[in-house]
């Protein structure tokens, strides 16, 4: 009987190894968490260990990914990535071109990020950073403040982050215009009013109020917004980002901040994080941030224990995993 190894490490904690193992009596699974920090910390012994284990896995899931992980682990059949994104294990051009399946757990946090979404969108309008101002000043200066309901809202890309923040911007009572890579026309989605194919991106910026990123990042989407893109988008808008950061080009967004060419933009992803001291995006009053948390919610490690558990089930019996990512689109 041949053995199955997995080795585990991040979400899926040790705590979660003797429900692995009972899932079939030939898995030997292993936690590698520390070992992954004393082999970046320049541990000689962790590396030579981490080598002989990697040497023989089969399975492979957790966020973190060792170096060099494809020429280490030449019986590697499977990678579950702990997170939506996989960019980052796609930039190795052997895994790309490889028979390893990749497995990603797009869709099981999703309300999470949707609801940030919603509060920067609130924030914006209600001017929540304004009051909180008059607050520590000891100011009280009432103003106008707006809505979202009858505005436009503008998702790019239409997966299960997006769909999410779709349902709930219509319970806002907006208008919802969305792009998807494979759409080829543009028409209506269950919670879109409009779907348009990503070669009408301006469209939807232009006619957008609120412009939100769920896009992945794949070499299409790098820098999918720049200049160009701040130059048709409303004076008014609040740019939110809950993808990945270099999906924006973060020097033009500064400068489109800094001369109000946009309103404001709120970002919980950057393009380096954690994001550098010296970036010009810290000082700058209309940019909303908080440090990529909007996945970061109480159950997220038993829902993600929950959904690798279901795949190595699917994955000992021959069937179909949920969650494969296609290498070639990156998603």
Same mark, same amino acid.
């Given at each position: ?131 909180? #101002? @008059?607050? %520590? *000043?000891?100011?009280?200066?009432? $103003?106008? &403040?707006?809505? +979202? ?110 001369? #109000? @060419?946009? %309103? *404001?933009?709120?970002?919980?992803? $950057?393009? &380096?994080?954690? +994001? ?56």
């Amino acid at each position: 009987m041949e053995p199955i190894n997995v080795l585990v490490n991040d979400e899926i904690t040790e705590d979660a190894l003797p429900r692995i193992e009972a899932i079939d009596p030939r898995i030997n699974a292993l936690h590698i968490g520390k070992l992954l920090t004393a082999e970046t910390e320049g541990d000689g012994e962790a590396k030579e260990l981490l080598d002989r284990l990697l040497s023989t896995a089969e399975v492979y899931a957790g966020i973190r990914i060792p170096a060099q992980l494809f020429s280490r682990a030449p019986n590697l059949k499977w990678i579950q990535v702990t997170r939506a994104g996989v960019d980052r294990v796609l930039m190795d051009a052997e895994f790309r071109k490889s028979s390893i399946t990749l497995t990603n757990v797009a869709g099981v946090h999703s309300y999470g990020p949707a609801e940030l979404v919603i509060q920067a969108c609130l924030v914006h309008v209600k001017g929540t950073l304004e009051c909180a #101002k @008059q607050k %520590a *000043a000891k100011r009280w200066e009432p $103003f106008q &403040t707006g809505t +979202l309901r009858g505005k436009t809202m503008g998702i790019v890309g239409y997966g299960n982050i997006g769909q999410r923040v779709a349902r709930v911007a219509q319970a806002f009572e907006m208008r919802v215009i969305t792009t998807r890579r494979s759409t080829k026309a543009p028409g209506k989605a269950r919670f879109a009013d409009l779907l348009l194919p990503i070669e009408q991106l301006n469209r939807l910026l232009s006619e957008s109020d609120f412009v939100v990123l769920t896009t992945p990042l794949t070499p299409d989407t790098y820098h999918l917004i720049g200049p160009d893109q701040f130059s048709v988008m409303k004076r008014d808008a609040l740019l939110v980002n809950v993808s990945r950061g270099p999906t924006i080009d973060e020097a033009a967004l500064a400068l489109a901040l800094r001369s #109000k @060419q946009i %309103a *404001a933009a709120a970002l919980d992803v $950057f393009e &380096t994080e954690p +994001l550098p001291q010296n970036s010009p995006l810290w000082d700058l009053p209309n940019l909303i941030y908080s440090p990529h948390i909007a996945g970061n919610v109480p159950a997220y490690p038993l829902m993600v224990q929950d959904l690798f558990v279901h795949n190595l089930e699917q994955y000992v019996k021959g069937g179909r995993l949920d969650g494969i990512v296609n290498k070639k689109r990156g998603y």
